[in-house]
C-alpha cells in the first residue's frame, strides 16, 4: 500500500486492514467475509444486508421465501387491523386506538433519520438507531429480496429505489380495485369512495417517509479527498456519473416532488375544501385516518407532520456536506421548533395523547444532543455509555409510557365494542392472579365471575367485591363490566 490517506470503514468488523507479511494484496486491504467493494460496504454474492453496511450469510432460498412471506404477511396484517380501526372510529369517533398508532409511527419515523446524521455514532447507538429504522420501516421490510437478486447487472440500491418507487402507485391500484367491489356489492358510489380513502391514506401513510428517505437517499453522497464522490447508501456507485445522473433526476427528484411534495399538498387541497363545504361528521367518515384525534380547528394537523418529516429527511440528507456539528445543531434546533409549535397549539383532543407526542420529540432531541456531545470529542469510554445509557433508557421510556397507555385505550375499546370477549379476557387474567394465590382460594373457597354472569347478577345472593393480595382479602371497588371475587356462601 502506497497511498498515505486512509479511509475509516463505516462498520470496522467488516474491513480487516493489510496483510503486513504478504507482498501482494488490495490496494486497501481486504475485507471480510461476505464484504466487498469501497470501504467494505457492500455485501457479496450470497450475503445480504441486515442493515446499513452490516452484512449476514443468506440462508437457504425457501427460507428466504418464507421469510418474504411472512413480513409480507406481517405489513398486510397490520394494514388491515389500521383499516378496520379506522372504519370504527367512523362510529365511534371517541375510539382512540388508531391515534395512539398514529403517535407510535411518527415518533419512529422521526427517529430513523437519526442515522444519518455523521455524528460518529458509538457502534451500540449506531446499532439500536438502526434496529428502529428496520422496525419502522415497512417498504425495506418488502424489499428484502437481496438474496434473490444477482449481484451483477443493475446495482442492487437501483432496484430497490424503483421498487419504493412505485409502491404508491400499487397502493393507488389496489385500493381502486377494492372500492370497485365495494361498489358491486353496495351499490353506493359514496360508500365505494370512501372505501377508497380510507384504504389508501393508510396505506400510504405506512410508506410515505420511507419513499421520501429512499428518494432524498440518491442525493446523499459521501466527499472523498480524491475530489470524487460516492453514495452513501452504496459506495461503488459514483455521483453524477451519467448512470447516477439519470436515477437522480428521474427516481430521486421525481420522486421526492410526486409523493414527497405533492401528495400530502393535494391531499390537504382536497380535505380544505371539503371542510368548508360539506359537514364535518361526513368528513370524519372519508378522511378519518388524517382528522380524527384533532381538534376541529387542527384537522390539518397530520399535513403539519408529514412535512416535518420531509424536512428532518432533508436535513439528514442534503446537509451531509457540511460539518457534522453544525449538521446536528440545525437538527436539534428544527426539532426544538417542532416541540415548540407542538406545546403552543396542543393539537389533540386528549391530553394523554399531547404528553405523548411532547415525549417522543423531547426523546428524539436528547438523542440527537447525546451523539452531537460525543462528536465534539473528548469523551471518554465511559462517558460513551453514559450517553448510550441516556439515549436507551429514554426511548425505552417512552415506548414503555406509550405501551402503557395504548393499552388502557384498547381494554377500554374491547370493553365497549367487544363485551363479551373483554369479559372471557378478564375472567382469565384474574384467575392467572388468583391461581398466584392459590392458599386463599384453597382456604377460604373464593370464585371467580363476571357482573354479566347469571351467578353475579342473581339478587338473592349478597355480591361483595373482593381483591386477593399475599395479606389478605380486601373490599375494593367494582366498575360495570369488570370482574369481582364472590364469597362462595
Given at each position: 500500500?502506497t497511498s498515505d490517506?486512509?479511509y475509516?470503514?463505516?462498520?470496522?468488523?467488516?474491513?480487516?486492514?493489510?496483510?503486513?507479511f504478504?507482498e501482494?494484496?488490495?490496494?486497501?486491504?481486504?475485507?471480510a467475509?461476505?464484504y466487498?467493494g469501497?470501504l467494505?460496504a457492500?455485501?457479496?454474492?450470497?450475503y445480504?444486508?441486515?442493515?446499513?453496511y452490516?452484512?449476514?450469510e443468506c440462508?437457504?432460498?425457501?427460507?428466504?421465501?418464507?421469510?418474504?412471506?411472512?413480513?409480507g404477511?406481517f405489513?398486510?396484517f397490520?394494514a388491515?387491523?389500521l383499516?378496520k380501526?379506522?372504519?370504527?372510529?367512523?362510529l365511534?369517533?371517541?375510539a382512540?386506538?388508531?391515534?395512539?398508532m398514529?403517535v407510535l409511527t411518527n415518533?419512529?419515523?422521526?427517529?430513523?433519520p437519526?442515522?444519518?446524521?455523521e455524528?460518529?455514532?458509538?457502534?451500540e447507538?449506531k446499532?439500536?438507531?438502526?434496529?428502529?429504522?428496520?422496525?419502522?420501516?415497512?417498504?425495506?421490510?418488502?424489499?428484502?429480496?437481496d438474496?434473490?437478486?444477482?449481484?451483477?447487472?443493475i446495482?442492487?440500491?437501483?432496484?430497490?429505489s424503483m421498487?419504493v418507487?412505485?409502491?404508491p402507485?400499487v397502493?393507488?391500484?389496489?385500493?381502486?380495485?377494492s372500492s370497485?367491489v365495494k361498489y358491486?356489492?353496495?351499490?353506493?358510489?359514496?360508500?365505494?369512495?370512501?372505501e377508497?380513502?380510507i384504504?389508501?391514506?393508510?396505506l400510504i401513510?405506512?410508506?410515505?417517509?420511507?419513499t421520501?428517505?429512499r428518494s432524498?437517499s440518491?442525493?446523499?453522497?459521501?466527499?472523498?479527498?480524491?475530489?470524487?464522490s460516492y453514495?452513501?447508501?452504496?459506495?461503488?456507485?459514483?455521483?453524477?456519473?451519467d448512470?447516477h445522473?439519470n436515477?437522480a433526476?428521474t427516481l430521486g427528484?421525481?420522486?421526492?416532488?410526486?409523493?414527497?411534495l405533492?401528495l400530502?399538498?393535494g391531499?390537504?387541497?382536497?380535505l380544505?375544501r371539503?371542510?368548508?363545504?360539506?359537514?364535518?361528521?361526513?368528513?370524519?367518515?372519508?378522511?378519518?385516518?388524517?382528522?380524527?384525534?384533532?381538534?376541529?380547528?387542527?384537522?390539518?394537523?397530520?399535513?403539519v407532520l408529514a412535512?416535518?418529516k420531509?424536512?428532518f429527511a432533508i436535513?439528514s440528507?442534503?446537509?451531509?456536506?457540511i460539518?457534522p456539528?453544525?449538521q446536528?445543531?440545525?437538527?436539534?434546533?428544527f426539532?426544538?421548533?417542532c416541540l415548540?409549535?407542538?406545546?403552543?397549539?396542543?393539537?389533540?383532543?386528549e391530553?394523554a395523547?399531547n404528553s405523548?407526542?411532547t415525549?417522543?420529540?423531547?426523546?428524539?432531541?436528547?438523542?440527537?444532543w447525546?451523539?452531537?456531545?460525543?462528536?465534539g470529542g473528548?469523551v471518554s469510554?465511559?462517558?460513551e455509555?453514559?450517553f448510550?445509557?441516556v439515549i436507551?433508557?429514554?426511548?425505552l421510556?417512552?415506548m414503555?409510557?406509550?405501551?402503557?397507555?395504548?393499552?388502557r385505550?384498547f381494554?377500554?375499546?374491547l370493553?365497549?365494542?367487544?363485551?363479551?370477549c373483554?369479559?372471557?379476557?378478564?375472567?382469565?387474567l384474574h384467575?392467572?392472579?388468583?391461581?398466584?394465590?392459590?392458599?386463599?382460594?384453597?382456604k377460604?373457597?373464593?370464585k371467580?365471575?363476571?357482573?354479566?354472569?347469571?351467578l353475579c347478577?342473581?339478587?338473592k345472593?349478597p355480591?361483595t367485591?373482593?381483591t386477593a393480595?399475599?395479606r389478605g382479602?380486601?373490599?375494593?371497588?367494582?366498575?360495570?363490566?369488570?370482574?369481582?371475587?364472590?364469597q362462595?356462601l
Amino acid at each position: 500500500v502506497t497511498s498515505d490517506v486512509f479511509y475509516e470503514c463505516p462498520n470496522r468488523g467488516a474491513c480487516e486492514g493489510a496483510k503486513v507479511f504478504e507482498e501482494t494484496q488490495p490496494a486497501g486491504g481486504y475485507c471480510a467475509d461476505g464484504y466487498q467493494g469501497r470501504l467494505c460496504a457492500e455485501c457479496g454474492e450470497g450475503y445480504r444486508q441486515l442493515v446499513l453496511y452490516q452484512c449476514e450469510e443468506c440462508p437457504e432460498m425457501y427460507v428466504t421465501v418464507l421469510l418474504l412471506c411472512v413480513a409480507g404477511v406481517f405489513v398486510v396484517f397490520f394494514a388491515v387491523f389500521l383499516i378496520k380501526s379506522t372504519k370504527a372510529m367512523v362510529l365511534r369517533p371517541k375510539a382512540l386506538v388508531p391515534v395512539y398508532m398514529r403517535v407510535l409511527t411518527n415518533y419512529i419515523q422521526i427517529v430513523m433519520p437519526l442515522g444519518l446524521f455523521e455524528l460518529n455514532w458509538p457502534f451500540e447507538i449506531k446499532s439500536f438507531l438502526q434496529a428502529q429504522q428496520t422496525v419502522g420501516s415497512f417498504s425495506e421490510v418488502l424489499i428484502s429480496f437481496d438474496c434473490l437478486v444477482s449481484k451483477g447487472g443493475i446495482r442492487l440500491f437501483y432496484i430497490k429505489s424503483m421498487f419504493v418507487f412505485a409502491i404508491p402507485l400499487v397502493i393507488f391500484t389496489i385500493s381502486l380495485v377494492s372500492s370497485y367491489v365495494k361498489y358491486v356489492h353496495s351499490k353506493s358510489r359514496t360508500v365505494a369512495t370512501r372505501e377508497f380513502i380510507i384504504q389508501f391514506t393508510v396505506l400510504i401513510y405506512l410508506v410515505y417517509p420511507d419513499t421520501v428517505r429512499r428518494s432524498l437517499s440518491l442525493f446523499g453522497c459521501k466527499n472523498f479527498n480524491d475530489g470524487n464522490s460516492y453514495l452513501r447508501e452504496d459506495f461503488d456507485i459514483e455521483c453524477w456519473s451519467d448512470e447516477h445522473t439519470n436515477y437522480a433526476l428521474t427516481l430521486g427528484l421525481l420522486g421526492l416532488l410526486l409523493w414527497g411534495l405533492g401528495l400530502p399538498l393535494g391531499a390537504f387541497i382536497l380535505l380544505r375544501r371539503s371542510w368548508k363545504t360539506h359537514s364535518h361528521a361526513e368528513i370524519r367518515m372519508k378522511y378519518g385516518y388524517l382528522v380524527n384525534g384533532y381538534k376541529e380547528e387542527y384537522y390539518y394537523w397530520e399535513f403539519v407532520l408529514a412535512y416535518r418529516k420531509v424536512i428532518f429527511a432533508i436535513i439528514s440528507v442534503f446537509l451531509t456536506g457540511i460539518d457534522p456539528g453544525v449538521q446536528g445543531l440545525i437538527g436539534i434546533m428544527f426539532l426544538l421548533l417542532c416541540l415548540y409549535a407542538h406545546l403552543t397549539y396542543r393539537p389533540f383532543v386528549e391530553s394523554a395523547l399531547n404528553s405523548l407526542e411532547t415525549i417522543s420529540l423531547f426523546v428524539v432531541t436528547i438523542t440527537l444532543w447525546c451523539g452531537l456531545v460525543i462528536y465534539g470529542g473528548g469523551v471518554s469510554r465511559g462517558g460513551e455509555i453514559f450517553f448510550l445509557s441516556v439515549i436507551i433508557l429514554s426511548n425505552l421510556w417512552f415506548m414503555g409510557l406509550w405501551l402503557s397507555r395504548f393499552s388502557r385505550e384498547f381494554i377500554s375499546n374491547l370493553k365497549e365494542t367487544n363485551p363479551k370477549c373483554y369479559a372471557q379476557l378478564g375472567n382469565c387474567l384474574h384467575k392467572l392472579s388468583l391461581d398466584y394465590h392459590g392458599d386463599l382460594i384453597g382456604k377460604n373457597r373464593y370464585k371467580v365471575c363476571n357482573q354479566t354472569d347469571r351467578l353475579c347478577n342473581t339478587p338473592k345472593l349478597p355480591v361483595t367485591a373482593f381483591t386477593a393480595s399475599p395479606r389478605g382479602v380486601k373490599p375494593f371497588s367494582v366498575r360495570e363490566g369488570s370482574l369481582i371475587v364472590e364469597q362462595d356462601l
